[in-house]
Nanobody, 114 residues
Framework: QVQLVESGGGLVQPGGSLRLSCVPS????????MNWYRQAPGKQREWVGK???????TYSGFLEGRFTISRDNIKNTMYLQMNRLKPEDTAVYYC????????WGQGTQVTVSS
């Protein structure tokens, strides 16, 4: 059964940091590009960034270098290190594979607020 499980979210003050994890199952993680997305309240889901099978990363322009995506193909886990968080980063964060995205997981809520 293909499944995506995101975790690591929480409440953090502006300027703080969080590290999110994405643990997929049911497919060969190391063979896929993996993406992070986010969806803020009342907005459409937007793309955050991606990491290729061999670790090359690409990010959305709005991040200004604050986020870093990494992966551990042994642990079947992808990470999103988020630094210098802003209130506008508040969203539910999701991961998915590329190509052939699968059913979305529940995501993990990130709230940036003082």
């Amino acid at each position: 059964q293909v499944q995506l499980v995101e975790s690591g979210g929480g409440l953090v003050q502006p300027g703080g940091s969080l590290r999110l994890s994405c643990v997929p199952s049911g497919f060969s993680f190391s063979m896929y590009i993996m993406n992070w997305y986010r969806q803020a309240p009342g907005k459409q889901r937007e793309w955050v960034g991606k990491i290729t099978e061999d670790g090359r990363t690409t990010y959305s322009g709005f991040l200004e270098g604050r986020f870093t995506i990494s992966r551990d193909n042994i642990k079947n886990t992808m990470y999103l290190q988020m630094n210098r968080l802003k209130p506008e980063d508040t969203a539910v964060y999701y991961c998915n594979r590329e190509p052939s995205p699968v059913t979305w997981g529940q995501g993990t809520q990130v709230t940036v607020s003082s």
